[in-house]
């Protein structure tokens, strides 16, 4: 992957303008994920990938390649995210160019209106962390990156970038006790 | 092994952080105490909750025109660029061009305002630039790219202070080695450091303009300047 990526930026800075493209192709979903993520709404999280790409765009030529490409567009990404969660971010609302799976009522299901419940539970108990914490836990937890990776994303030490982790789950563990007690 | 001292570790258990020989005492201890190895299945309950937790997928029409609007965008850039930049340097040339002494005091004052409200409790650092660690050279320098205090090391005060994040120079800092990287980034700091001492901390909810209103329009027009270079923005 990361000697694709490579190539993929040499044929960009070569002025293969479809290279780019090809990127953003390859990109656009994790992207829009991790930003969805941590704004929990739709036209926040297209901004902010549209915002992440034309940084890409702009700064391709000074990448280094130290890192590999996607600890330095993830890192782009949460540093967008942390400035907006910082200035305030608008309310959660249902796009409508969003796909929602609502639970219909005409099947009745209990189980499905707790399941329900409990997502919504769950996407507020996450919305409640502090940014740092949802960054770590959802670089870890979604993207399956290690401590070490995250602490280079989110310009922080590994030992921090952990804390921030453990603290995430223990929130959300303390918000979230009485599902399965229930359950 | 008492329960107490087991709970702490159960999510460093699940991570594979624990030494050997820890590990095996904790492990030892979950094979006879029930609570903890149920408190140990609500962690891994709660993770898989969290990993199934849904990114509504967007409509194949959003991804359509992604690329497309992305474009636009980038030429819409390529052409205000040039209006951009002028801006930029319009606001660099009349922070240069502002006499000396004045920028001192502007300096000085955008400090005050900076050091006006402290974090609660023990987080107060000292702008010691012997002290404090060296920032890491930034891979690019644009907006959202890098954060700038990169490893800073971890010190038992920085476990102590953590949980509240605060900003400073638009930048997310908790835990107080960080901070002082970060303020030791602070270009103002060169030219004053000797006058004021305190760490300068704005808490994540406050909004620097409130702040910017005692000073003349052209002074506050400087200090926006600056800030903007510090990836803050009144927009």
Known sequence: MREADFELIDRFLGGDGAAFDELVHRRQREVYNLAYRMTRNAED??????????????????????????????????????????????????????????????????????????????????????????????????????????????????????????????????????WREDG | MRCEEAGSTLLELMEEELPPGRRDEVVGHLEVCTACANELSAYQDL???????????????????????????????????????????????????FPRPLIAGVAVAAISILIVIRLPGSLSIRADR????????????????????????????????????????????EDASALAAAIQRLPWVGEIADRVETAWVWRPESDPRDWLASLSEEEQQILIDRLRGFRWSPS
């Not at chain 1, 000074?62 to 305030?88: A, E, Q």
């Not at chain 2, 404090?132 to 954060?147: F, K, L, M, N």
């Open chain 1, 45 to 178: 999280a297209r901004d902010l990938s549209q915002e992440a790409f034309l940084q890409v765009y702009r700064n391709l030529n000074r990448f280094d390649r130290r890192s590999s490409l996607s600890t330095w567009l993830y890192r782009i990404v949460m540093n967008l995210c942390l400035n907006h969660l910082n200035r305030g971010s608008r309310s959660r609302f249902p796009s409508v160019n969003e796909q929602v799976d609502v639970a219909d009522p005409s099947e009745g299901s209990l189980g499905r209106l707790e399941e329900k419940e409990r997502q919504e539970a769950l996407a507020r108990a996450i919305e409640a962390l502090p940014p740092q914490q949802r960054a770590s836990m959802t670089l870890r937890v979604h993207h399956h990156l290690p401590h070490g990776q995250i602490a280079e994303i989110l310009g922080i030490s590994e030992a921090t970038a952990k804390v921030h982790y453990f603290h995430a789950v223990q929130a959300l563990r303390r918000k979230l006790t009485h």
């Open chain 2, 47 to 97: 993770l898989a909750l969290v990993r199934a937790d849904p990114v509504p997928d967007p409509s194949p029409r959003f991804w359509e025109e992604f690329l497309p609007s992305l474009k636009h965008r980038i030429e819409q850039g390529a052409s205000e660029a040039p209006r951009e930049s002028s801006s930029w340097l319009n606001g660099l040339r009349s922070w240069i061009a």
């Open chain 2, 130 to 173: 012997q002290k404090a660690p060296a920032p890491v050279e930034q891979s690019a320098g644009r907006e959202g790219e890098t954060r700038g205090w990169d490893r800073a090391p971890h010190t038992e005060a920085g476990k102590r202070d953590m949980g509240e994040a605060v900003i400073v120079a638009g930048e997310f800092v």
